[in-house]
């Protein structure tokens, strides 16, 4: 028994040898039954299977797929993205499924034979060519959802209904585009590309609500009210108010662009500014007065107002109060009061006249100095203070000192201005750190102690030292101009001299020929000045007598010339002609 099992063991084992040679096949052609991206390549040599691939693969590389979505066609080339498939690697696995040793080979290929086996190729492809093309076909394919909406037409609010859109899957897309332009087989008709349905967030239900308000506010005026004024808001007004939901929002409001306006406009009629605390002063008086709170309308809470009131079906019912706010004085009363303004520290008198257009540059300048605070330890500047002093400003042309010469400029008279304020300083026995003289020497200041300026370069300036806040006030009369300073009194004394008028050079004389006098005739249109110096000196003392300030300032002014209008000169009479006679000697013949 034994030996027969034995016997039969072996001719099982000599028939599958035998079976697996029959089937074995020549180790050098690819087993039946193989694919490589669905093309049979069974029974073929390796260098034939790859041949057969490569070419059917350029065939196809300049033969655009037709992709579509979203109602677009896209036409697309392998060789455009650079889809490439490793032939080579997949004939080799392709030859893999069949191989191995005599009889093991056999029944290798006769499972690949009954059963079949496909070889996908590795594929590359240019990552930025793809995301180009994917970009490319988002553009087009891609819309957005669209939110149910409420509309006004007219006075009438209407439902716009929602709208599903639909996006690129761009993952899939990828890889369906890659696999379908690797393939050799081309389908009959063009390929779908996947497509994500994007659903709206806000539906047509959501939004009733909403359009029942919008219908009751825009059915009938509103009224504001604020104390005893009264407002009429029309229907019309309403709907220009009123902000419909959008983005993604469901609630009604008023807001937006157009309210924002309006409100802006009707706060200028409600608000009133807030005044600050000042000073009124009468000569060596002054007083506090008090600041004023302003109102301001709070443009929020007062569309709130007017919304609530317009959700109200009863007229009697649709009135909103305005929401005012309080606007706080930027100087308050109680700040004022720790300034210390409680008395005239010291003032001065200068006296003008002249033509209308100084005066009124005079007045111009006063006022714009006039209300200035001078912190403690502060430098008032007469420039920074007033700016340039130009035509956009109001000032006039007037005479003006240039370059020593008495002629007109733009703002002739603001010196009269800088020389009081120089004065009222000089008397407060303040620390003055820039003063210039005039170049020529005028009367009617004075005596070394004028004070010219020139914007930007040419300044007035002096230090509040005196510890506490001062206030500088102009009052312009009709021939006189008064500066003074308050704040609280050191009780320095300013003890002042000045030397005499010296003169230090001779008048030029400046002639011009008028033709209307004789010849011979003068007339002196302007006397002028000499070249002077004068200084004048300051010592001020603090009340407990010790000196703080011994100041020196030299003044240096320039000859004015005198001006003289001379007739024309006198022709000299011209020499008669004569006439001259000549007479020629012959010379005498030589001698013999």
């Known amino acids: 028994m034994r030996r027969r099992l034995v016997l039969l063991a072996l001719a099982i084992v000599g028939a599958g040898v035998v079976l697996g040679l029959v089937f074995a096949g020549s180790p050098t052609t690819i087993a039946d039954g193989v694919t490589v991206a669905g093309v049979d390549v069974g029974g073929l040599q390796v260098k034939d299977a790859r041949a057969l691939l490569e070419r059917k693969a350029a065939a196809l590389a300049a033969k655009p797929l037709v992709f579509v979505g979203g109602g677009q066609r896209f036409a697309i080339r392998p060789g455009e993205l650079g889809v490439q498939s490793d032939w080579r690697a997949a004939v080799d696995s392709a030859q893999r499924q069949g191989d191995g040793f005599g009889p093991l080979r056999g029944f290798k290929r006769l499972n690949v034979d009954f059963f079949g086996a496909g070889v996908t190729p590795s594929t590359t492809v240019l990552n930025g060519a793809l995301q180009y093309e994917l970009d490319q076909i988002a553009a087009k394919v891609d819309r957005r959802p669209r939110d149910a909406a409420l509309a006004l037409h007219g006075l009438s609010v209407a439902v716009e209904p929602a709208r599903t859109g639909v996006r690129l899957d761009r993952a899939a897309a990828a890889q369906l585009l890659v696999h379908d332009l690797a393939a050799l087989s081309r389908p009959n008709g063009p390929v779908a590309l996947p497509l994500l349905v994007a659903r709206p967030r806000i539906g047509a239900l959501a939004l009733a609500p909403a359009a029942a308000q919008a219908r009751v506010a825009l059915s009938a005026p509103v009224t504001l009210s604020l104390g005893p004024t009264r407002w009429i808001v029309p229907r019309y007004r309403l709907a220009q108010l009123l902000e419909l939901p959008a983005a993604g929002a469901t609630a009604l409001r008023i807001g937006g662009r157009a309210a924002d306006t309006w409100f802006a406009r009707l706060g200028t009629r409600v608000a009133t500014p807030p005044r600050d605390a000042t000073w009124s002063v009468d000569g060596p008086r002054v007083r506090l007065v008090p600041a004023r709170p302003g109102v301001q309308l709070d443009a929020v809470r007062s569309a709130q107002a007017m919304l609530a009131a317009a959700l109200h079906r009863r007229i009697r019912l ?111 026995g303040v620390r003055i750190t820039d003063r210039t003289n005039h170049a020529l020497y005028i009367s009617h200041y004075p005596q070394g102690r004028d004070a010219t300026v020139n914007y930007p370069d040419v300044d007035l300036k002096f230090v509040n030292d005196t510890g506490h806040w001062l206030l500088l006030r102009t009052l312009v009369g009709p021939s006189s101009l008064v500066v003074s300073l308050y704040g609280t009194p050191t009780h320095r004394k300013v003890v002042s001299s000045t030397s005499a008028l010296v003169v230090s050079g001779g008048t030029p004389v400046k002639k011009t020929v008028d033709k209307a006098l004789k010849p011979g005739e003068q007339v002196i249109d302007s006397a002028g000045e000499p070249s002077m110096s004068t200084s004048n000196t300051r010592d001020v003392y603090a009340a407990n007598g010790k000196l703080l300030y011994h100041d020196v300032w030299y003044s240096h002014y320039v000859a004015s010339p005198e001006l003289v209008r001379v007739g024309p000169k006198t022709a000299k009479p011209k020499k008669p002609a004569t006439t001259t006679t000549q007479t020629t000697t012959a010379p005498s013949p030589p001698n013999g």
Do not use: W
């Open 318 to 428: 649709r009135v909103a109060r305005l929401v005012v706010a309080t606007a706080p004085a930027q100087l308050t009363t109680a700040k004022a009061r720790t300034m210390g303004i409680v008395d005239r520290v010291s003032s001065y008198t200068t006296y003008y006249g002249g033509v209308a257009n100084r005066i009124h540059n005079v007045e111009l300048v006063a006022h714009l100095v006039d209300d200035k605070l001078i912190a403690p330890g502060a430098t008032f500047s007469f420039n920074k203070t007033t700016g340039d002093r130009n035509a956009a400003k109001g000032f006039l042309v007037a005479p003006v000192i240039v370059n020593g010469e008495l002629t007109t400029g733009l703002g002739g008279g603001v010196c009269q201005v800088s020389t009081t304020v120089f004065n009222a300083a000089y008397e407060a």
